[in-house]
């Protein structure tokens, strides 16, 4: 029985902060009227994806379900309940499979998570990104952090014991200092996984449009708050295991390495990305659409199927190479012979002995792994890695 991971996108925010360019829409907060409906039919359209879809994967076995968006605690906690009814009614799930659900302080009370808790949720992904409120206002999250703790407090109480916190570098007006201030503030709650991300100005955004009018940190504060990352959450028992994550041992998240070791998943809702046995495709990211895909599914309607990409064996070897450095173990050369069936030395032998001359990688047994100046010109060292570089 193979292994597979479950994505389902939830694309509603309470509103668009002003960095965002992911597929998410806003909603009022009280979710009344027409976008309630709007959120409603969303839900039946995404249970019937996940039931048309069961039939092709009745042999394989669920490890991980991730609730991403978006933000989907936004939805009425009935609707979380009665899609993840789907999932287990259809498909095989493991006894300790990984369900997480991502959220945004505010979205949640002390009855909403409960009722994740009775519908089968063991890990939650709060983001937070700043515990500074006039950062948080200027990127235009829709929490300070005061609610942020009040949701972090509920979670607990709830009986969860699998937390993420988000939190974000690079912010506009934010300090080497107030960084600092955010990873002791978050650390002190003690949560199993931290991820950190510096924020990147996507073209389009609100941000992005109006960059002139806000002071960012320099390329050098960037870099200290980069190398205080590592070394803080060290200090405090927060193991990298990826680039932009740390845990505490044994809470690394499952569903996440999934993606860059290239296991299965199938992703449910709109414009969501799937990947089996090396065929990829993805679901339309316009709604109008994404309901005829649905029909077409449920053989209501005919003429509409997503691309699928069956992906060559060096377009497999290039994504085994770029998604596995990410990760501090780095990748193994015995799986690399078992997949594509030839030592790694034939293919990238080359490029191997060229970025450990530079001092960017590494080989220790098995393993060949980013160095800590690999890591930090982590776009470079994986991009040699590509068959066609120019
Ligand atoms: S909460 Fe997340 S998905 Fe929603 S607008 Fe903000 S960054 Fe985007």
């Avoid at 199938?266 to 709604?287: H, I, T």
């Amino acid at each position: 029985m193979r292994d597979l991971s479950i994505y389902i996108h939830i694309p509603f925010c309470v509103r668009k902060c002003l960095y965002c360019d992911f597929l998410s829409f806003p909603v009022s907060a009280s979710g009344s009227g027409m976008q309630a409906r709007e959120m409603e039919s969303y839900v039946n359209l995404l249970e019937q994806e996940i039931k048309e879809n069961a039939e092709k994967y009745k042999e394989y076995r669920v490890v991980s379900v991730f609730w991403g968006g978006g933000t989907p605690s936004i939805l009425p906690a009935e609707d979380v309940s009665r899609i993840m009814e789907a999932v287990k009614g259809n498909y095989q799930i493991a006894g300790d499979a990984e369900i997480t659900i991502e959220m945004n302080p505010g979205t949640v009370d002390a009855s909403k998570l409960r009722q994740y808790i009775s519908a089968g949720m063991n890990r939650i992904s709060i983001g937070l990104q700043s515990a500074d409120d006039r950062e948080l206002a200027r990127i235009g999250r829709i929490h300070d952090y005061r609610d942020f703790l009040d949701t972090y407090e509920l979670a607990v109480k709830a009986g969860f014991c699998n937390i993420n916190i988000d939190i974000m570098a690079s912010l506009p007006g934010q300090s080497v200092l107030s960084y600092e201030q955010t990873l002791r503030t978050v650390t002190a709650l003690k949560p199993e996984h931290i991820s950190a991300y510096s924020l990147i100005l996507e073209e389009g955004t609100p941000l992005y449009e109006h960059q002139s009018e806000y002071h960012f940190p320099s390329e050098e504060e960037d870099r200290e708050m980069y190398a205080l990352t590592k070394e803080y959450l060290a200090s405090c028992g927060y193991h990298r295991y990826e680039i932009s994550n740390y845990a505490k041992t044994g809470c690394e998240c499952r569903h996440n390495k999934v993606y860059w070791q290239r296991g299965d998943y199938l992703g449910f809702g709109l414009g969501a990305s799937s990947m089996v046995q090396n065929v990829r495709w993805k679901n339309p990211d316009e709604m109008e659409e994404y309901a005829v895909y649905v029909d077409c599914l449920a053989g209501k309607q005919e003429g509409f199927w997503v691309d699928r990409q069956i992906l060559t064996v060096q377009e497999q070897m290039e994504e085994y190479m770029f998604l596995g450095l990410r990760m501090m173990c780095g990748i193994s050369r015995t799986e690399f012979t078992r997949l594509f069936g030839c030592r790694i030395e034939e293919v990238y032998g080359e490029v191997i002995e060229r970025l450990c001359c530079q001092g960017l990688l590494l080989q220790e047994n098995d393993c060949i792994r980013l160095t800590d100046r690999g890591i930090d010109v982590s776009n470079y060292a994986m991009s040699q890695f590509l068959f066609d570089r120019n």
